[in-house]
């Protein structure tokens, strides 16, 4: 029988692993926080609710320039004895399991111990919020008691000292939690994102930005940015259209070019583009921050019906080349733009039925209806990980004649959305497509 390494028989191996691989319970929610403090080079970050101290951790060496407070009452064993969490000493028992490594709830001071003292900018101490100096943070993380009296305590706390500290919230999933969020980001004016959506339709982590000043609402007649690609012709260039008249100035990335003040045309050809094109095109862009980015391109589609029909024919290099044009060019340009993706920037895809039939003969267009489910796929990573608003397009269809209203309702309904919305696919009508609505168990 092959002996389990534990903290008071090996604790060095364990220790390397424990750094390695730090011990938080947050998982991948830990990532927009990092990429929050990164990106806006925060200086002083709090977390409320240690635990056994991976989380902050991993923040502090993340951000090695920044000063990370953790607190945490330790009342480890009040909290191991309720039958409510015997899934967190599961969770704990088995984190390490492939290194042959058992943890236990009694470990998790050690645990606290051997993190504190890795990093010069990593402080966990014993204590609770009323006994810290809040006015010094930028970001604060509450992942305490998650009580509705002990979550209230903590952000009244925190806001009637420090109005300008972004909130991140775990566990927000929990109906208490979201209703309890809701009510004070509206009574104390909080832009609210969230991310990694639940089957129950929540969020499970939530972050609450201060809205600093009510007057900095956009005007009626001020001026919103858009990028758009691939919407230079048909109905994109309708959709372009009713975009200026309602005061948007736009990036358009296209292959055939629309002549009009308040557009700059970046010509592109598509089938022989490539990544160093699209970095020449970026720098080009000269606008800081987007209202809104679309993507709208339909260039080839890989399988199609007289690809089966041959046995001459094989189109891997035309397969692969519309797979670059319509799904990864949509990712590559989200991820080199993100610095000019904000809060309420919608991202947008335009999507289609076919990825969703009982049709037996929509496999005639195998390669359109593929890229438009990867389309879907890649939107819905973005919105778990990313700031923006990220969604999807579900038209149905464009009967002709009704191009201009189609193309109206469509911005009412971009304009209208929320963070709530970011992972939704949405028809025309402004309703969610109920065929890729997150499915419950």
């Keep these: 029988m092959i002996k389990k390494n534990t903290l008071d028989k090996n604790s060095n191996y364990i220790t390397k692993i424990l750094l390695k691989e730090p011990l938080s319970l947050l998982f991948d929610k830990i990532n927009p926080i990092i990429k929050h403090c990164q990106n806006n080079h925060v200086k002083n970050i709090l977390e409320i609710g240690t635990f056994a101290g991976g ?21 480890f064993k009040d909290f191991f004895s309720l039958h409510e969490n015997n899934h967190i000493k599961e969770k704990i028992l088995n984190y390490y399991k492939k290194y042959n490594i058992e943890l236990f ?31 010094m943070f930028d970001v604060a993380i509450i992942d305490g008691d998650h009580t509705i009296n002990g979550l209230k305590i903590d952000l009244k706390t925190i806001y009637n000292k420090n109005k300008n500290c972004v909130l ?26 969230g991310y990694c959506p639940t089957t129950n339709g929540n969020y499970d982590l939530i972050k609450l930005t ?12 001020m001026k919103k940015t858009a990028l758009l690609l691939g919407c230079g012709s048909k109905w994109g260039a309708v959709f372009t259209d009713e975009l200026l008249k309602k005061n948007y100035e736009i990036d358009l990335i296209t292959s055939t070019g629309i002549e009009n003040t308040g557009i700059t045309n ?12 699209i970095d020449k095109i970026i720098e080009n862009l000269k606008t800081t921050n987007y209202d809104l980015i679309f993507f709208n391109q339909n260039s080839g589609g890989g399988l199609n019906e007289h690809f089966f029909t041959s046995d001459e024919h094989f189109p891997i290099d035309h397969w692969n080349k519309s797979t670059w044009m319509n799904c990864q060019l949509t990712y590559y340009i ?17 999507l289609t039925g076919l990825i969703d039939s009982t049709d037996s003969n929509f496999w005639q267009y195998a390669g359109y209806a593929s890229v438009k489910a990867t389309n879907l796929y890649i939107m819905r990573g973005f919105a778990k990980f990313c700031t923006g608003i990220f969604f999807g397009m579900q038209p149905i269809w464009f009967p002709a004649g009704d191009e201009i209203k189609d193309a109206i309702n469509i911005i009412d309904m971009i304009e209208n959305l929320t963070t709530t919305d970011s992972g939704k696919i949405l028809t025309k009508e402004g309703t969610e497509w109920q065929s890729f609505c997150p499915r419950t168990n």
């Design 55 to 75: 989380t902050a951790y991993k923040i502090a060496q993340t951000n090695p320039t920044a000063t990370v407070t953790s607190i945490d009452i330790n009342k």
């Design 105 to 135: 709830p009694q470990d998790i001071e050690t645990i606290q111990q051997i993190y504190n003292a890795a990093l010069p900018n990593l402080e966990l101490i014993q204590t609770d919020i009323s006994r810290i100096n809040v006015e």
């Design 168 to 193: 991140f919230i775990d566990d927000s999933s929990y109906n208490h939690i979201t209703q309890t969020l809701e009510v004070f980001a509206q009574e104390n004016n909080y832009n609210v994102q």
């Design 210 to 221: 201060p809205i600093k000043d009510k007057s900095c609402k956009r005007k009626k007649n």
């Design 266 to 277: 970046h010509l592109i050809d598509w089938w022989n583009s490539d990544t160093k094109i």
């Design 334 to 350: 989200v991820k080199k733009l993100n610095a000019k993706i904000q809060e309420n920037t919608k991202i947008g895809w335009m």
